[in-house]
């Protein structure tokens, strides 16, 4: 998310920031293994890891958009999307596009619905890919891996295109991963702009952002940007029977609804579009900081998390009616 700190938060930032940790990163991409065919512990910690380590590690050079190391990580998102029959929702998986005389690709895949009404209804799942490639140097280190800030957000988003290409819904789902967030959300504007020209017919759409640690202290598991715009929190919340979407103040206070991939969806389509996270602001203190590591990431909390999303997103994409409106 593009995040305006007061000055309070930066102090808290540096008094927490710590010492930089030595890197013992596999450079080996691992490929999750087939599709589990229960509902039910359908999300593997190890498959979530595994995504997560390789996103984050050295080999990917802090994937900023137009380098060698988000290339990598672009391949390996298809090469996931590939294996588990997750297709190419334009001629090939890249939407691609020019951002200050680079080229940058979202990748985009489809699960095609299941109803044959409700197919030509779509929910968009995504998050941004990218990161910032390099940051202030500590210790010798100036290397940004951007673990939290966004590996997460895009594991999240492959676990679930995973799970929902062995059990396609009714409506069908685009999952959408940005590149160019970091340059001014520059992907995700593009990407939308596409859609709407060319027509589709959009839903909703949910955007993940910076899962990797746990909030404390709350009833819910994430909160959503957006909170007051439309019902899907509350909506949420009953398909899933059980707190998992909440309201954080200061979610409100920085204006992150408009600040992350969602915001160019709620413009271009006027449709419930927004952002989960469980970045608090008092959680992490490794924003676009080199200590934006793996190990610092709760692989169990972020397994739970994504596992639990999944009623939620189910009941979404398979309700006769679009029971999520914009207030």
């Not at 930066?10 to 691992?30: M, R």
């Amino acid at each position: 998310m593009k995040k305006t700190f007061s000055w309070l938060l930066a102090l808290s930032f540096l008094l927490h920031l710590g010492c930089g940790q030595s890197k013992d990163v596999s450079n080996e991409a691992v490929v999750p293994s087939e599709n589990k065919l229960t509902p039910e512990n359908s999300i593997l910690e190890e498959e979530v890891a595994a995504s997560l380590k390789y996103l984050s590690s050295d080999e990917l050079q802090g994937r900023e958009t137009g380098t060698a190391g988000i290339e990598l990580a672009a391949q390996y998102i298809e090469q996931v999307f590939e294996t588990h029959a997750v297709k190419p929702f334009f001629e090939t998986y890249r939407d691609s596009f020019e951002v200050k005389e680079v080229t940058g690709y979202n990748i985009v895949g489809v699960v095609e619905g299941t109803d044959p009404d409700l197919k030509d209804e779509f929910i968009i799942i995504g998050a941004h890919y990218d990161h910032v490639g390099q940051a202030k140097v500590v210790e010798g280190d100036s290397l940004a891996n951007g673990a939290n800030d966004n590996a997460s957000g895009t594991t999240a988003v492959l676990e679930l295109a995973k799970y929902f290409a062995a059990r396609a819904p009714k409506r069908s789902i685009l999952f959408t991963l940005f590149s160019a967030e970091e340059m001014g959300l520059v992907g995700a504007k593009e990407l939308a702009g596409r859609l709407k020209a060319q027509g589709i017919d959009l839903y909703a759409m949910f955007n993940i952002e910076m899962i990797g640690v746990p909030m404390t202290g709350r009833d819910y598991q994430a909160y959503i940007t957006g909170y007051e715009i439309s019902n899907m929190a509350e909506k949420f919340n009953e398909y899933s029977q059980a707190q998992v979407l909440g309201f954080l103040p200061e979610a409100k206070q920085y204006s992150l609804f408009q600040r992350s991939d969602n915001y160019s969806f709620y413009q271009e389509f006027n449709v419930p579009a927004q952002t989960i996270s469980t970045f608090d602001f008092q959680n992490y203190p490794y924003y676009h900081h080199v200590d934006d590591e793996f190990e610092f990431m709760d692989v169990n909390h972020m397994e739970e998390l994504i596992e639990n999303l999944i009623p939620g997103l189910t009941a979404m994409a398979n309700t006769a009616e679009k029971e999520i409106k914009l207030n």
